[in-house]
């Protein structure tokens, strides 16, 4: 079963404004990574956080990691119409390589 | 970033065939490449892992003699989903992973059965 819980499923907003989308899970990690995906394509590797990081940036992009809380928010300022794309959690647990996905938050900018 | 391709992006097939995925990393080597399913609007469900020269760990409920896995090189995996039927249909995308953390991902191909 996935672990990941990705919170909201669904959120519009218009251009311009920010952007923020949160994941849980349940079980010990090395680390927690983001991907973005455009309908019926490949996944896009956004950005990697390690277990004891609490936040990085990447161009527009914040994300955070709590540790104690399990949980992860990844935060896309000054989105633009072409940010629009389903964006999904991925944790790699302690254990092994796998990468459990999170149910994932459709994103949609309006221009 | 790092390339991975996969062939073919889409294909259609009739019930009872065999049909060959290829998944490929372009500009490194992969140790572990990874296949994923994913359904409409849902998200990527772990099938299998596969590290080059040894048999692929398949996920609970994954049947391996359905979805044959073999990973001969460092660069090259292949999904053979045998005896297609309809309820097979889907998107299949794979991933690789080199010796950094970040599994790269393939552009994924879409399966049809009729």
């Known amino acids: 079963s996935q672990q990941g819980e990705e919170d909201p499923q669904a959120l519009s907003i218009q251009e311009g404004e920010n952007a923020t989308m949160n994941c849980s899970y349940k079980?010990?990690?090395?680390?927690l990574q983001w991907y973005r995906q455009n309908s019926g394509r490949g996944l896009v590797h956004l950005i990697l956080?390690?277990?004891?990081?609490r936040e990085k940036h990447s161009g527009r992009l914040r994300v955070t990691l709590d540790t104690s809380k399990k949980s992860s928010s990844l935060l896309i300022t000054a989105s633009r119409a072409a940010d629009t794309a389903s964006y999904f959690c991925?944790?790699?647990?302690?254990?092994?390589?796998?990468?459990?996905f999170g149910e994932g938050t459709q994103l949609t900018v309006n221009p | 970033g790092a390339v991975v391709s996969q062939h073919p992006s889409r294909v259609i097939c009739k019930s009872g065939t065999s049909v060959k995925i290829e998944c490929r990393s372009l500009?490194?080597?992969?140790?572990?490449m990874f296949w994923y399913r994913q359904f409409p609007k849902k998200s990527l469900m772990l099938m299998a892992t596969?590290?080059?020269?040894?048999?692929?760990?398949?996920e609970q409920g994954v049947e391996k003699d359905k979805f044959l896995i073999n990973h001969a090189s460092l660069t090259l995996s292949t999904l053979t989903v045998t005896s297609a039927h309809p309820e097979d249909s889907s998107f299949y995308i794979c991933?690789?992973?080199?010796?950094?953390?970040?599994?790269?991902f393939g552009p994924g191909t879409r399966l049809l059965v009729l």
């Open positions: 991933s690789a992973r080199g010796l950094e953390l970040t599994q790269y």
């Open positions: 079980t010990s990690i090395n680390n």
């Open positions: 956080i390690r277990s004891n990081e």
């Open positions: 991925a944790t790699e647990e302690t254990s092994g390589s796998r990468l459990t």
């Open positions: 500009d490194f080597q992969a140790t572990t």
């Open positions: 596969s590290n080059e020269g040894s048999k692929a760990t398949y």
